[in-house]
């Protein structure tokens, strides 16, 4: 059983404020990632880690920023939140052994910029 | 550019029959795909997988098929249920440069099984 969390799960906010998203797991998984999805729309790769101190951008271009400081938690930051910034984030972490293919995904927070 | 394609955004079968969901992809590099579903307000949940070194993989009423040399996979479900109506979404791993690896994913099948 995967054990990752998103909070908030929905978040409404006006233009120009600071945000965080959190995300952490508890199956101590070293590789974790962050994706952005649209109704009707696949998820894309925005940001991920290899572990504490790593991360990388995605392939899709974004205003937000990743932290990783501990294995278990890898927030997404907006510095500026913006009406464009509308969507689903979703946080994921790469399964070990018997699951290493596999991701495990969070519940998602559904973000409304006015 | 996208690299894993879902060309039927919707599919609706009726409870008891099945349903084959189909994905294409275009990058021959891609080594492993994956199935995931999802439900409204909630994140993707694994289904079920394929490595590109096998054609079939079965567990339970799910089935995946892979056919590389047409660059295709279609998910299996015998017999459909009212609780499979989610959004599908086919994954495909790719390794990226600096040794890791990334899920590209389709846009996603929305399937109705009715009573």
């Known amino acids: 059983e995967a054990d990752i969390y998103q909070t908030p799960r929905y978040l409404v906010i006006g233009t120009g404020k600071k945000i965080t998203l959190e995300c952490s797991q508890t199956?101590?998984?070293?590789?974790m990632y962050w994706y952005q999805q649209d109704p009707g729309m696949e998820l894309h790769l925005i940001h991920y880690?290899?572990?504490?101190?790593?991360?990388e951008k995605g392939d899709l271009s974004s205003e937000s920023t990743v932290s990783r400081i501990r294995t278990e938690h890898f927030p997404l930051t907006l510095e500026s939140a913006r009406p464009s910034h509308t969507s689903q984030y979703l946080c994921?972490?790469?399964?070990?052994?018997?699951?290493?293919?596999?991701?495990?995904f969070g519940p998602g927070t559904r973000l409304t910029v006015l | 550019d996208q690299q894993v394609k879902q060309n039927s955004p919707s599919l609706s079968v009726q409870e008891g029959r099945i349903s084959i969901l189909n994905c294409d992809y275009t990058?021959?590099?891609?080594?492993?795909f994956l199935w995931y579903k999802k439900y409204p307000a909630e994140g993707p949940t694994f289904l079920i997988s394929?490595?590109?070194?096998?054609d079939k993989n079965e567990d339970g009423r799910f089935t995946v098929f892979l056919n590389k040399s047409a660059k295709h996979l279609s998910l299996h479900i015998v017999p459909s249920q009212p609780g499979d109506s989610a959004v599908y979404f086919c994954?495909?791993?790719?390794?990226?440069?600096?040794?890791?690896?990334?899920?590209?994913f389709g846009k996603g099948t929305s399937l109705l099984v009715t009573p």
């Open positions: 880690s290899y572990g504490v101190n790593s991360t």
């Open positions: 394929i490595s590109s070194i096998k």
């Open positions: 994921a972490s790469r399964g070990t052994g018997r699951t290493y293919n596999e991701q495990f």
């Open positions: 990058n021959s590099m891609f080594d492993y």
């Open positions: 994954a495909a791993s790719e390794v990226l440069t600096n040794s890791g690896y990334a899920l590209n």
């Open positions: 199956m101590g998984h070293d590789k």
